[in-house]
């Protein structure tokens, strides 16, 4: 028998699948250069962002960046024409959220924000003290 997917694993190749497919933003001039699910409730991807093709990026998204932002700062999950439920987000449209509305977007004032990690990624998103990395690293 077959193991379903994880909520992480269905929103992050939603995301995957929406960003060789967007129209809506840039999303389609990102170059993905590695993918992970981070836990039950989150994802991250590295990637190059739409006109800056020489950044390495991270962006780590969770479940619970699906929410209305009144004020929105730089970094946060701007409310997602896609997530119909925010207190119990489908990840597919999580995940499409996300790859129009943040990766497929180029940088702007985001830039200012990244933490750089050993590897040389400017990483934004839900972060915690110690920045993601791969389970196999």
Do not use: K
Request: hydrophobic residues 40%.
């Amino acid at each position: 028998m077959e193991r379903a997917a994880s909520w992480a694993e269905t929103a992050l190749r939603a995301c995957l699948d929406r960003l060789t497919v967007s129209t809506l933003t840039e999303a389609r001039r990102v170059v993905v250069i590695e993918a992970w699910v981070d836990g039950e409730d989150a994802f991250c991807v590295v990637y190059r962002p739409p006109f800056a093709a020489e950044r390495v990026v991270g962006v780590r998204r969770h479940r619970s960046d699906a929410v209305v932002v009144e004020d929105l700062r730089d970094g946060e999950m701007a409310a997602s024409p896609y997530i119909d439920d925010l207190d119990d987000p489908d990840p597919v449209q999580f995940g499409q959220s996300v790859a129009d509305f943040d990766v497929g977007v180029p940088l702007g004032r985001v830039v200012e924000t990244l933490r750089e990690d050993g590897d040389g990624a400017g990483w934004w998103g839900t972060l915690g003290d110690e920045l993601p990395r791969r389970n196999d690293r």
